[in-house]
């Protein structure tokens, strides 16, 4: 079964979502660290510029953590019991190098999905006159908090399309696995496939 191939987005109607790229993630030596996150900078950074240059809207998610509100979360990562991931610590913050603007979107979330217990469908919905209907979704992980979001967005009947090299993950099987999965809930594409598509006008 392959739906990636029955639909088509169009970057009018499309919405960049960059997922986790915060300093706890994606810094040398941070407590969290996706080391692939720190690599995939200049694309992430390429795509942000393309959609800047296009008017297509950027939302960035920050995930924060806390013992008492995140409770499983910290018994699967005990290393972030006492620290890490904390709101209004620079650990939270997106990374410099992708910075956002003024008119960009944040999304401070306490669970993997950007969707739960969050304003982000209602923004998707409302921010445009040409209602949005497609997320491209980068960031980190590739498993975990992207893929959750990714999956979240489908079930709201938004079209997904899921950057495969501009997603990263601890372990490539893992991310590699998510890439799979999406051909089921979205469409999988390279970071030059989307900006070419954007600079296309659908893809």
Same mark, same amino acid.
């Given at each position: ?39 995939? $900078? ?29 409770? $499983? ?50 923004? $998707?919905?409302?921010?445009?006159? +040409? ?10 992980? +590739? ?5 959750? +979001? ?44 989307? $900006? ?8």
């Amino acid at each position: 079964m392959e739906l990636s191939s029955k639909w088509t987005f169009e970057r009018d109607r499309s919405a960049l979502i960059v997922v986790d790229m915060q300093n706890d993630f994606v810094l040398d030596g941070a407590i969290m660290q996706v080391k692939e996150a720190m690599n995939q $900078l200049p694309k992430i950074k390429s795509l942000i510029a393309k959609c800047r240059e296009l008017s297509i809207p950027i939302i960035y998610t920050i995930h924060e953590t806390d013992e008492v509100l995140n409770p $499983l979360e910290i018994a699967a990562f005990p290393h972030l019991k006492n620290a890490g991931m904390r709101k209004g610590t620079p650990g939270v913050e997106v990374v410099e190098e992708l910075k956002p603007h003024a008119n960009d979107i944040i999304i401070r979330k306490r669970r993997f999905s950007a969707f739960y217990q969050t304003d982000l469908e209602l923004i $998707l919905r409302n921010m445009k006159i +040409t209602r949005i209907d497609t997320v491209i979704i980068c960031g980190t992980v +590739t498993n975990i908090c992207c893929e959750s +979001t990714a999956r979240d967005a489908f079930f709201r009947d938004f079209k997904v399309v899921f950057g495969s090299d501009i997603c990263s993950a601890v372990n490539l099987d893992a991310h590699k696995a998510t890439l799979a999965n999406m051909e089921i809930f979205g469409r999988v594409l390279d970071c030059y496939s989307i $900006l070419s598509a954007l600079d296309n006008g659908r893809g």
